[in-house]
Structures are given as structure tokens and as C-alpha cells.
């Protein structure tokens, strides 16, 4: 139990187009999903903690209207990168936390590798 | 600001040996630590927990040790496989609730076959 499925795996779109990237929670429901980025041999950086029917909560740095979350249901988050540039190009993380569980561990999901050309 | 922080940034080790990554958080509030690993390419994997109650616990091939009075972490593996070569990341859940983890900086092991 406790899958955290990402679609696409890997995107490559030019620059000044939008990409969505979706996290689901495939047998378990989170009200709250969290999105890092990770570019090569650095380590995760949390970009906004997602909650279920409200604003998401962007950390420090991150252009909340770059990077349009929406967390419309329990089982599913998205993320767009809006006018997407080469800069943008990273490795996109999902996580989740199941409910029922008493306990803190994430779940993360495969990842999304995206290249802006 | 609060941060958790790796001594080894790469590790190589022989296959059969033993490997010992460490990594040094700050903040002494939190209270549940997780070690993954992740290949590359791929999403962090969960390997191994524990709370700040306790100070050691083992898993297969795994064992985690929590050292509060120093703020030092360590994850401990036996005979270690060339499956094993991955980087590997502490994480600290910095207070009670539903907040995101906080990651050090990995370090790359690399067995030796």
C-alpha cells in the first residue's frame, strides 16, 4: 500500500509553453501532498506544501504564479510549470502522507523529469 | 535557519563490507527521522525510521542509530551489495504534525565489486 504514482515520467517542451505534472495517491488519501525539485547531485528542495481544497503554501523563493498548484481531491495533485525556460529543467518530486497512519513517513512518488529546450 | 547536514558527500566501499553513512541535524525539536535512497532517475525509496524515543533500530540489512546529545544519525549497512550504490538522504520532521520532511545533502555510495 502507500503508492504515489507521477504522470508524466519525463516531458520535454519548448520554452514559453506550460507543463502539468499530476501526483496521485493510488490507495490512499492525503489532504495534504508536497512538491520538491531536484536538480542533478543536489538534494531535495521542498518548492510548496499542497492542501486539499485551499491555497497551496509556497516556500520561499518559488514564484507562486510560475508554478500553479491545484489539489482538487484527496488522491490527486498537479503542478504547472507556466512559461516554462531552460532554467526550469529539473527532476519534479511528489509526496504524501496517508491518513490513516499515525506516523510522519512521506511517500514519495517516481519523479518527473522535466527538460525545457 | 535549521538544517541537516551530511559529513560524506561520497562513500565507496568494497562489496561484502560494511557501510556507514552519517549525517548531523540541527534542530533538536525534531522527533522522527527517515533514511532513503534513491537511484538515479528515480524517487526516493523508503529504507529505514525512527523516533527521537528511541536511539537504535534495525531492519534487514539495516540499522539506524540516533545519537540526541550530539544531533547525529546514522545508517549502518551490512555486507553491502552492488545494489546497494545509490545516494542516500537523511530527513528530519522538523515538528509534530502534518509538515514536510527536511533533507540533507545525500552522499553518493559506491560499491566495489
Known amino acids: 500500500g502507500a503508492v504515489v504514482s507521477q504522470h508524466p515520467s519525463w516531458v520535454i517542451c519548448k520554452s514559453g509553453t506550460s507543463v502539468k505534472i499530476e501526483c496521485r495517491s493510488l490507495?490512499?488519501?492525503?489532504?495534504?501532498m508536497f512538491w520538491y525539485r531536484q536538480f542533478p547531485k543536489q538534494s531535495l528542495m521542498l518548492m510548496a506544501t499542497?492542501?486539499?481544497?485551499?491555497?497551496?503554501?509556497?516556500e520561499q523563493g518559488v514564484e507562486k504564479d510560475k508554478f500553479l498548484i491545484n489539489h482538487a481531491s484527496l488522491t490527486l495533485s498537479t503542478l504547472t510549470v507556466t512559461s516554462a525556460h531552460p532554467e526550469d529543467s529539473s527532476f519534479y518530486i511528489c509526496?504524501?502522507?496517508?491518513?490513516?497512519?499515525?506516523?510522519?513517513?512521506?511517500?514519495f512518488g517516481p519523479g518527473t523529469r522535466l527538460t525545457v529546450t | 535557519g535549521e538544517s541537516v547536514g551530511l559529513h560524506l558527500p561520497t562513500l565507496s566501499v568494497q562489496e561484502g563490507d560494511n557501510s556507514i553513512i552519517n549525517c548531523a541535524y540541527s534542530n533538536s525539536a525534531s522527533d522522527y527521522f527517515i533514511w532513503y535512497k534513491q537511484e538515479s532517475g528515480k524517487g526516493p525509496q523508503f529504507i529505514i525510521d525512527?523516533?527521537?524515543?528511541?536511539d537504535k533500530r534495525q531492519g534487514q540489512r539495516v540499522t539506524v542509530l540516533l545519537n540526541k546529545t550530539v544531533k547525529h544519525l546514522s545508517l549502518q549497512i551490512a555486507a553491502t551489495q552492488p545494489g546497494d550504490s545509490a545516494v542516500y538522504f537523511c530527513?528530519?520532521?522538523?515538528?509534530?504534525?502534518?509538515?514536510?520532511?527536511?533533507f540533507g545533502k545525500g552522499t553518493r555510495l559506491s560499491v566495489i565489486a
Open positions: 525512527i523516533r527521537s524515543n528511541m
Open positions: 509526496s504524501a502522507r496517508d491518513l490513516r497512519n499515525a506516523n510522519d513517513e512521506q511517500y
Open positions: 530527513a528530519e520532521n522538523p515538528t509534530s504534525g502534518n509538515t514536510p520532511l527536511v
Open positions: 499542497s492542501n486539499e481544497g485551499s491555497k497551496a503554501t509556497y
Open positions: 490507495d490512499f488519501q492525503a489532504t495534504t
